[in-house]
């Protein structure tokens, strides 16, 4: 078996199901680091061999619960694309449900306050205003945001889903500020954001932008755009929000997911304790 000739096949079954181009890469490399170990065709392979390879990720490779949870996911997507059933005990562990970082209120606006390029603070405020995940903000092309409305169009989010969400005055001035640039650039590309190179970011990129400008602000926390995310979703919570309004606008196709991200923090949990308590 080739297993390059497998990968490729695999990435075609994986675009034709629409999957992003982000899960495209990352089921293909964990695929390739299953194929690699097992070293047999996978009609062949055994539930033996697949406790063999769990071990060997939790043992040696040392993964998450998380990390082994993805790759079981990615085996499996291997074997639909082959038609095949998998062995009984391909199945992942269970994650963990460890409390999400997020920023305090101060924080995200220290954070808001200290990115004083426009291109920039657009990004951060559409991070914190809208919950968007990075491959979602990356994708954005012109057409995708709408001022006049103060809307945004999602494309073929997680689980190839399409959603609106809102964009607030406090966000929609920003990329106000950011359009009125980014029309002088004259570039190929469609995307609303474009790197200093006038071509689409990757993901990659805006996340070293995100954390470089939380380090400058002084930010202890090691913040992402997904730490953001989760900001967004605790800030909408603690404000009263429904927690179905929240998974609709965050693209959840599960409310378990939603119900992960808006945790209840330290202090609301006092709040709310000493509003409800027993009276006796």
Do not use: W
């Amino acid at each position: 078996m080739k297993i390059d000739d497998e990968i490729q096949k695999f990435q075609k079954f994986l675009l034709s199901e629409r999957r992003s181009p982000y899960t495209v890469k990352e089921y293909a490399s964990l695929v390739n680091n299953f194929l690699g170990f097992i070293n047999k065709d996978i009609n062949s392979v055994s539930a033996e061999d697949i406790e063999e390879y769990k071990s060997y990720l939790a043992l040696t490779k040392n993964y998450s619960k998380a990390s082994q949870y993805l790759s079981i996911k990615a085996i499996k997507a291997y074997y639909s694309s082959k038609r095949l059933s998998p062995p009984f005990n391909l199945v992942p562990p269970r994650r963990s449900q460890k409390m999400p970082v997020y920023l305090n209120e101060s924080d995200a606006r220290r954070l808001l306050e200290s990115a004083h390029d426009i291109r920039l603070r657009s990004i951060i405020s559409l991070f914190l205003y809208t919950g968007l995940r990075v491959g979602e903000l990356t994708r954005l092309e012109m057409e995708d945001v709408d001022l006049q409305e103060n809307i945004i169009y999602v494309h073929s989010g997680k689980g190839d889903k399409d959603r609106i969400v809102i964009i607030p005055d406090e966000c929609r001035n920003d990329l106000l500020s950011y359009l009125k640039r980014r029309i002088t650039i004259t570039t190929a590309s469609n995307n609303f954001f474009i790197s200093n190179k006038k071509n689409r970011f990757d993901t990659s990129s805006i996340e070293r932008l995100v954390k470089n400008l939380a380090k400058k602000a002084g930010i202890q926390k090691k913040v992402t755009p997904h730490v953001l995310r989760h900001t967004f979703a605790t800030s909408v919570l603690r404000n009263g929000g429904d927690i179905r309004f929240i998974q609709q606008i965050l693209g959840h196709s599960s409310i378990a997911t939603t119900q992960i991200y808006t945790h209840i923090d330290d202090n609301t949990l006092k709040e709310m304790y000493m509003l409800h308590k027993p009276k006796y």
